[in-house]
């Protein structure tokens, strides 16, 4: 079945880089996202990345992708208190029809 | 543009009773899906309308439902509430199918007592 995997925390220091990963599993996702949540808030969406992408940067955010080991990861340059949220990983999976799948979500804490 | 809204915000229900949620997409979204999101279970999909009909569904009861109306609005109901379903329920709204970018609304926070 579908399923996307992330750890749960991650604390950095400010002004140093955040790396989120994450791992799935349906091999036919076609998008790639990641989303911010902020406590009381619904998800933002960040950015997202097609299958048939390496990488995609969008100013202090780069998505590296991996389709041979099925690993994507969120890199944060120059990290701010201000990105201290759940940063949640989903894949558009078209197994049995199109759905996103989520990942359990990486808390993020950003020590001044 | 206005984005996607919720409402209520906030809900208290006791057990047993039934609730509906609303959800209007932004304009020009035909697809929306809901999603239950709870402290140990993360994000789980619900269901998806698009132009009116159910496209997909998650491993839910047949005690939660929805519907979605001809201008796009769409609601969730769930019945006989139990205290498990305490849970941010979020919107999602989307141009096309769920394979395009989602826009989230702020959810309804339920709370079962």
């Known amino acids: 079945g579908e399923d996307v995997e992330q750890s749960l925390f991650l604390s950095v220091r400010e002004g140093d880089s955040s790396v989120i990963n994450c791992t799935y599993t349906d091999s036919s996702s076609t998008y790639l996202y990641w989303y911010k949540q902020e406590p009381g808030a619904g998800l933002q969406l960040l950015t997202y990345?097609?299958?048939?992408?390496d990488m995609k940067q969008d100013q202090r955010l780069t998505v590296l992708l991996n389709k041979k080991d099925k690993h994507l990861s969120l890199r944060i340059a120059d990290t701010q208190t201000g990105d201290s949220a759940i940063y949640f990983c989903a894949e558009i999976s078209n197994t049995g029809g199109f759905k996103t799948i989520f990942g359990a979500g990486t808390r993020l804490f950003v020590k001044a | 543009k206005a984005g996607v809204t919720q409402t209520p915000r906030y809900l208290i229900k006791t057990r047993g009773q039934q609730v509906t949620l609303s959800c209007s997409p932004i304009?020009?979204?035909?697809?929306v899906s809901w999603y239950q999101q709870t402290p140990g279970q993360g994000l789980q999909f619900l269901f998806e309308?698009?132009?009116?009909?159910?496209?997909n569904k998650g491993n839910f009861p047949g005690r939660f439902s929805g519907r979605q109306f001809s201008n796009s609005r769409s609601e969730m109901n769930v019945s006989t509430l139990e205290l498990g379903d305490s849970a941010l329920y979020l919107c999602a709204s989307s141009r096309s199918t769920q394979g395009t970018e989602a826009f989230f609304g702020q959810g309804t926070r339920l709370t079962v007592v």
């Open positions: 309308y698009f132009s009116e009909t159910q496209r």
């Open positions: 304009s020009g979204h035909r697809s």
């Open positions: 990345i097609f299958s048939n992408m």
